[in-house]
């Protein structure tokens, strides 16, 4: 039932479980530098991510606040656009009205009151209609403003378009 082991099958038995032994724990020294070594990658990696991460997060912050002025800026010069289109039409108006007295059975002065009554339009459905003030300031190619302004003497024959 039980077997006898002789000095020299101890010692191979033992020396057979050292080798297995030495060859397990050479293994696992392997794999432990290996993992160590896949830390210290995945640790610059990660370091890499976390700086670019922050780089990003700068990046969006600064393009947002770039938005914010963009558009600050943008509503300020639409402001100041829409407030001189608001003059040139109260000027327009005061023309039409001056021109109207005048000519008032001219057709040409009659065409302008329409388009006045247009560009009113377009102010008022905030440029919804159409506006385009080339149409407005020329409505044909016998009717321009400046020949207009200069009939009434509000600008002087020799003066110089800019």
């Known amino acids: 039932m039980f077997k006898i082991y002789t000095a020299d099958n101890v010692k191979k038995i033992v020396s057979r479980v050292e080798e ?22 995945l640790s610059a990696r990660l370091s890499l991510l976390e700086s670019d991460r922050a780089r990003v997060a700068d990046a969006i912050i600064d393009a947002e606040k770039t938005g914010r002025e963009i ?10 656009r829409r407030e ?15 021109l109207a007295e005048k000519y008032p059975d001219e057709e040409d002065v009659k065409n302008f009151g329409s388009y006045i009554r247009k560009l009113d339009e377009a102010l008022e459905t905030g440029g919804e209609g ?8 020329y409505p044909d190619k016998d009717l321009k403003l400046e020949n207009i302004c200069k009939e009434l003497g509000l600008m002087d024959y020799d003066e110089k378009e800019e």
Request: hydrophobic residues 35%.
């Open 20 to 41: 297995e032994y030495e060859n397990a724990l050479s293994a696992q020294r392997r794999r432990i530098t290996e993992l160590t070594e896949e830390t210290r990658e």
């Open 84 to 98: 001189g289109v608001y003059r040139l039409a109260e000027r327009c108006r005061a023309l039409a009205a001056s």
């Open 71 to 80: 558009r600050a800026s943008a509503d300020a010069y639409a402001r100041d």
């Open 130 to 137: 159409e506006l385009d003030m080339d149409k407005i300031l």
